[in-house]
């Protein structure tokens, strides 16, 4: 799969839809790409730190804060 570049060839709305077409049917390397940079690591680990403490929330009723 090749990398693809978006350009902006004018300002007409069909001109932006055929760009963003574009993009998105390179989802799938744009993912993969992503993922092997390990961008998604940091997200993951914000989203696991968020979780934990609403589930102590949950159970003790208390924010425990840091």
Do not use: C, H, R, W
């Not at 049917?25 to 993922?35: A, H, M, R, V, Y």
Request: charged share 25%.
């Amino acid at each position: 799969m090749e990398l693809y570049k978006p350009e902006i060839k004018g300002n007409s709305f069909i001109g932006k839809i055929k760009n963003e077409t574009k993009i998105f049917s390179n989802i799938n390397f744009i993912l993969d790409k992503i993922e092997s940079d390990g961008y998604f690591d940091s997200v993951q680990s914000t989203f696991g730190v968020i979780f934990s403490k609403e589930m102590a929330f949950a159970v003790s009723g208390k924010i425990n804060q840091s």
